[in-house]
């Protein structure tokens, strides 16, 4: 809850909007303790009984955001909002409708892959840039600032699963004209729970290429 | 336009670049009709050429858990101050 021990200082008024798809860990338990200390204003629970996926995780979250602009992050700490300010300030100067924090330039970086990690997100990156040109340097982040109205439209016209639907959404973003800028991020691989990439995802990436190929 | 689109527009264009070479004299035949089989090695070098580059040049961080372990154990700090209650582990 870094961003909520800072944000007021710097007289931005924002609400943090948890989506917990009945997570056996006790999240739920922790976020009531924490609208005890921050106030039920600031912290919201939006609940789901079951794991339902991750585009209709975002409509849902975004049902209870009563803000302009929306940031989406992983709540498991890969991504760190110290970087919340940088994409503020990004959107601000630029007036962007979207700021994607990109892991692939100076200033960002990844912690804990191997090298087959590091080999297959190259691969999969060159390949999506050859064939796809997104004039994104990350497709497959999903730390981003969106102007509220143009993701409400995004998350009703993607339908991919997964990592596929971050390519999705701003591949689609990008064909729309939307004005796109980036800021460097760095990810910790997740400490809790272990990170997934096996030949079931690599097929869904090939499968997500394809479509988008021919959708947009 | 799809860019599916886009993209067969190019490979017509250079189809069509390569059948003119093909029909007239300026290259020999038997030269020019090895051209798109040139065309695809050099798709696939640069493709393996940006994969290396991207290896070599890819950005770490290890600094960042590190400092991220200390963010961690500050808020614990901080939350258990506050009076919340988030487990031991």
Known sequence: MWGVGIAPKRNIDF???????GSPDGTQE?????????????IILAARPKKLGL???????????????VVI??????????????????????GASIVTGTRYVSGGGVHGWNLLRKLTSRG??????????????DLTGSFRLYRKSVLENLISSCVSKGYVFQMEMIVRASRQGHHIEEVPI????????????????IVEYLKGLVYLLFAT | MKHIVKILCILVAVAAFWIGLLQSAVVPRSQALLLPVYLIITLGCYG?????????????????AVLLQQDIIEAKDFLKQKGVDIGSD
């Open chain 1, 15 to 21: 609400e943090v909007i948890v989506v917990d798809d």
């Open chain 1, 124 to 137: 999969a990156n060159v390949l999506a840039h050859t064939i796809l040109w997104p004039g994104v340097s």
């Open chain 1, 55 to 69: 585009g209709t995780a975002y409509a849902h979250g975004l049902k209870h955001a009563s803000g302009n602009f």
């Open chain 1, 186 to 201: 760095t990810f910790v691989d997740r400490l809790y729970g272990s990170s997934k990439l096996g030949g079931s995802e």
């Open chain 1, 73 to 94: 992050m992983d709540a498991d700490l890969s991504h760190h909002p110290k970087y919340l300010p940088s994409f503020i300030k990004k959107q601000m100067e630029t």
């Open chain 1, 30 to 42: 922790i976020i009531k303790q924490l609208q005890q200390v921050y106030g039920d204003g600031r």
């Open chain 2, 48 to 64: 393996l050429l940006m994969v290396g580059i991207g290896l070599m040049r890819f950005p770490t961080c290890p600094q960042e």
